[in-house]
């Protein structure tokens, strides 16, 4: 299992790579593209997860909320802040546990004229300190999360009742309940999925990859009523067969040639989203309580 220094280097030592693929240029974001509807292009592809974060935010500004405070945990380079940021009026704060993500990030507030509504620190969104949040958001980070537990029990604490959180990232799909048998072609199946699995987990440092309902369930013991499960998984690109090719093989290289690792996970998960060992999905949380 990944700890939180290892998940900082490998942010620290890969995001320039990231961005410097040319699709990542223009808007800085690193997560998933997503053709969902009316989506036109790689752009608003790479947008689309953050056009569902501000379309759920919307309604507590327009709830009257005086400039509400909302904390993106995991922010990367800032990209989702800054958007939702530059769209209505919000008191954004990113954490990163990458020093690289958080100077990018502010860089790029203040490149944007948004520094007095953004700002960016390096630290572990289980320690933020802050309380009375109005919402919270999660974008392919809550994977890396040590324990579950411990995040929905620390964005409880943040949240004020009625505070919102939403967590986009992925989910491992409930195992086909198959007879016990001594099939070998039964138990070669389940030897290649979580072969697959666990080199995605690796590749991409995962922690915290489960079932959308132990998800809900243990969210639910810390106060975070869940109230929207949206499915995305149809909407993720898919990579081009070589692509994916060329990712397996990386797995037989040293670790330390830069990226191999994470080419090797991009990989193994398009192998889960297609297989249907994994989902990709949108859940929305409602703080309980008074």
């Known amino acids: 299992m990944p700890d939180q220094r290892e998940i900082a280097r490998y942010y ?12 990542r240029r223009k808007s800085g974001a690193i997560h998933r593209e997503l053709w969902g509807p009316g989506v036109r292009d790689r752009e608003e592809a790479l947008r689309y997860s953050d056009t569902l974060i501000a379309d759920r935010i919307a309604p507590i500004v327009e709830g009257g909320s005086d400039r509400p405070q909302v904390y993106d945990l995991g922010c990367g380079v800032g990209a989702t802040a800054l958007y939702l940021a530059a769209k209505m009026p919000l008191q954004v704060t990113g954490v990163t546990l990458s020093g690289a993500q958080a100077a990018i990030a502010a860089a790029r507030a203040a490149e944007l004229g948004l520094s007095d509504r953004c700002r960016f620190e390096a630290r572990s969104y289980l320690e933020t300190g802050a309380r009375d949040v109005d919402a919270a958001y999660a974008t392919e980070s809550f994977i890396h999360a040590p324990d579950a537990r411990d995040f929905f029990a ?16 992925d989910f491992l799909a409930e195992e086909p309940q198959e007879a016990e048998s001594p099939d070998p072609s039964r138990l070669r199946r389940r030897s290649r999925r979580e072969r697959i699995i666990t080199l995605f987990k690796e590749g991409w440092r995962v922690n915290s990859l489960l079932p959308v309902q132990d998800v809900v ?24 067969g070589a692509r994916v090719a060329a990712g397996m093989l990386a797995r037989f290289l040293p670790w330390s040639v830069p990226y191999a690792r994470n080419f090797a996970g991009d990989s193994a998960l398009q192998i889960c989203i297609r297989e249907g060992w994994t989902r990709y999905a949108l859940l929305s949380f409602t703080r309980t309580g008074g």
């Open 12 to 23: 620290d030592s890969s995001t320039r790579l990231m961005l410097l693929f040319g699709r």
């Open 154 to 169: 620390a964005v409880s604490a943040m949240l004020r009742p009625g505070g919102r959180l939403f967590v986009v990232d």
């Open 217 to 240: 369930r243990i969210a639910a013991n810390t106060g975070l009523a869940c109230d929207e499960v949206y499915d995305l998984t149809r909407f993720v690109a898919r990579d081009p």
